[in-house]
């Protein structure tokens, strides 16, 4: 099992922060390797809404699934079908005054066929990518008014 935790602070209000993040529609514009990612329920988003999402690794299309919503705070989505590394991820938003906040986000996963065998290379490219996405959101949320749309 790979479980990696990154943290990042953000100058923006933790409500701005966390409906950008927790809309996943956004992920193409801060997450690399992200094609696309369509909701396929009806909004708001709440428990049990779904969505897929595209990656650029073989155009693979990964169904994901709303499990845990705490508005304003934290969602928790776990891969369905069509993952080639099925995860829980749950992103935290904690306000720390008017316009400053911290993002979290936890991921737990289980590499599927040989990469089970390489683990640890496995979970340190995925914190580097992780980060780096991070960094991104922290940029993007940073440096516009309005978070850009995808």
Not at 109 to 118: E, H, Y
Request: aromatic share 6%; glycine share 4%.
């Amino acid at each position: 099992m790979i479980n990696i935790t990154v943290r990042t602070e953000i100058n923006v209000a933790a409500d701005e922060a966390f409906a950008y993040t927790a809309d996943h529609a956004n992920n193409a514009a801060w997450q690399r390797g992200i094609q696309s990612t369509t909701w396929t329920s009806a909004p708001p988003i709440r428990v049990g809404s779904t969505y897929n999402q595209t990656a650029d690794f073989k155009s693979t299309v990964t169904a994901y699934e709303v499990t845990a919503l705490d508005p304003g705070h934290s969602i928790t989505t776990e891969s369905r079908r069509g993952a080639t590394f099925p995860v829980t991820v749950t992103r935290t938003v904690v306000p720390l005054g008017e316009a400053r906040c911290r993002v979290t986000v936890d991921l737990a996963g289980r590499p599927r066929g040989l990469r089970w065998l390489l683990q640890p290379l496995v979970a340190n490219m995925v914190r580097k990518s992780i980060e780096a996405d991070y960094r991104r959101l922290k940029r993007l949320l940073e440096t516009t008014d309005e978070p850009a749309e995808p």
